[in-house]
């Protein structure tokens, strides 16, 4: 899809747009199409991009979108079911070291029969990953390439956390402490383990674990005020938008707003007591995928809102939060696109870059009109 076709249908949904947000303040723009797969995307200090494909394939986009260049020496990955090459995030101090982080599913075993989430840092010289270091495999082995999260996000401290969905067979083990299944974690930027872990003494615990009892954490973010959301895919409803507290369990699978894929009952119960109910939820599922915060200047109408791009119903939903971190209004952008959308990033200038979902995507950008 162009430019003009793009346009021409924002026009068909400017009373929709006009209704929710009243003059409309932005256009869309393709900057990138005929993409295989995409999932996540950085932006470079030289206003380049590297773009993450689900087959294995990582890009460099150049600034004006024109030329995309293949990064090789990426690891083999599992490209099945929800598996592949996943996230990416620079390291904060990525100018003066150049590390790069990224996620991906493969095979544990020579025999191909169990998979689960790595996460390496390289650095790119020459087009090529190089200096290449493995800092987690997630003691979550599976037979089906689903749920694994799989979300990367520096926070302030530059600790690394990373998310580790439930591998949907495997859901009960999103209460025990012993795995890393339906948890998020926390690491440094060089695999160790942080010293203030909320498990790290506890018997029997895996010492990355930050929370859990969480089902497939799609969207991570740190506010300037030091909070951390989460959002997540619940089963059939019941997903989720959460404030992740160090040592809390979130409740899935013995709580949820959800009922199962059959129509059958996953827990009788809501809210239990020592689980923690969810700062937002969404019945039915919209799919939340990528999650950010806008706290840039160009669009002050969106100014320290969560956005959150979604699957079901293509679009993005904004979130107004009061002082008491309560969800008091949910807005509805972006629906003229009338795709999956995969993420959502605010760029360095303040407009967003939205990745629509599966072969033949699209990078589109959100610029001020």
Do not use: C
Request: charged residues 25%.
């Amino acid at each position: 899809m162009n430019i003009l076709k793009l346009s021409l249908i924002s026009l068909l949904f400017s009373f929709l747009s006009s209704n929710i947000f009243g003059e409309k303040q932005y256009n869309l723009e393709v900057f990138v199409d005929g993409l295989d797969h995409p999932w996540s995307l950085v932006e470079l200090s030289s206003g380049e991009f590297l773009l993450t494909e689900l087959p294995g394939n990582l890009k460099l986009i150049s600034q004006d979108g024109s030329s995309i260049k293949e990064i090789a020496n990426v690891p083999e990955v599992l490209f099945r079911g929800q598996g592949g090459l996943s996230d990416i995030v620079l390291h904060p101090n990525y100018k003066d070291n150049g590390w790069i982080y990224y996620s991906y599913s493969a095979y544990i075993d020579d025999q191909k029969e169990l998979n689960t989430l790595f996460v390496d840092r390289a650095k790119i010289e020459d087009f090529e990953l190089v200096s290449i270091e493995n800092i987690f495999i997630a003691k979550a082995n599976r037979k089906a390439p689903a749920h694994f999260g799989a979300k990367l996000f520096f926070l302030e401290d530059g600790t690394l956390m990373i998310t580790s969905g439930d591998g949907f067979d495997y859901r009960e083990s999103a209460q025990f402490l012993n795995n890393h299944f339906g948890k998020v974690l926390r690491i440094n930027d060089d695999g160790s383990i942080p010293s203030n872990n909320p498990f790290l003494n506890t018997p029997g615990a895996l010492p990355e674990i930050w929370s859990y009892g969480i089902r497939n954490p799609q969207g991570i973010f740190q506010d300037k005020n030091g909070l951390i959301y989460e959002n997540e895919h619940g089963p059939r409803g019941g997903d989720e938008l959460n404030i992740l507290i160090p040592g809390v369990n979130y409740g899935w699978p013995a709580i949820t707003h959800g009922i199962d894929y059959s129509g059958a009952l996953i827990s009788p119960f809501k809210e239990m007591e020592g689980m923690e109910q969810p700062l937002y939820y969404w019945t039915p599922s919209i799919a939340p995928s990528g999650m950010t915060i806008y706290e840039k200047d160009l669009f002050p109408e969106w100014k320290d809102k969560i956005m959150i791009s979604n699957l079901v119903y293509k679009d993005v939903r904004i979130l107004a939060l009061n002082e008491k971190k309560e969800v008091i209004k949910e807005e509805i952008l972006f629906k003229e696109i009338g795709k999956r959308i995969r993420n959502i990033i605010t760029l360095s200038n303040g407009e967003l870059m939205l990745i629509t979902d599966k072969k033949n995507a699209q990078l589109i950008k959100v610029k001020k009109i």
